[in-house]
């Protein structure tokens, strides 16, 4: 191909580049609220979520798995706190740093609390006789994401 070529193709292809990503912006959202029912009306959503000290990337009916929560019972329902991301296929919506709970509610419920695998510690030290074994489960709780609830837009 001659370098003219290469330029028009090049030209052409940008174009169509060019005009592609103009007609996506022009959906975008005015403010959080139509945000909020955009997300809304998506078949499917998701957030990311702060629990136990870690973020997760959680959609209603997940099963997670966390580091032991003491103080919750198998079949108690958590409120998540701390919302840093709502979104769906086509819209996101992030915090600063996390989103209202007044905005956006989820529960977690307490499916189970479970052990892991077993873990084997062995330590040895040599030509002095000493060898120790150490044995250890890490406790576990199980927790089945609920559905993500939005407030009413008319109310911020």
């Known amino acids: 191909?001659?370098?003219?070529?290469?330029?028009?193709?090049?030209?052409?292809?940008?174009?169509?580049?060019?005009?592609?990503?103009?007609?996506?912006?022009?959906?975008?959202?005015?403010?959080?609220?139509?945000?909020?029912?955009?997300?809304?009306?998506?078949?499917?959503?998701?957030?990311?979520?702060?629990?136990?000290g870690r973020k997760y990337l959680l959609a209603p009916k997940d099963l997670l798995t966390v580091p032991h929560l003491k103080d919750v019972r198998v079949g108690d329902v958590l409120a998540l706190q701390d919302i840093h991301e709502v979104g769906s296929r086509d819209y996101t919506l992030r915090g600063d740093p996390v989103i209202s709970s007044s905005r956006v509610k989820v529960d977690a419920t307490v499916v189970e609390h479970t052990k892991g695998k077993m873990e084997v510690v062995f330590k040895k030290k040599r030509r002095k006789g000493y060898q120790k074994t150490i044995k250890n489960k890490h406790p576990y709780t199980r927790l089945r994401i609920g559905s993500i609830e939005f407030s009413d837009p008319s109310n911020p």
């Open 1 to 52: 191909m001659a370098s003219w070529q290469i330029r028009s193709w090049l030209s052409n292809n940008l174009r169509r580049v060019a005009s592609c990503s103009v007609s996506t912006q022009a959906a975008l959202p005015k403010n959080t609220s139509a945000a909020f029912s955009l997300i809304r009306s998506q078949p499917s959503q998701y957030i990311v979520a702060s629990l136990a």
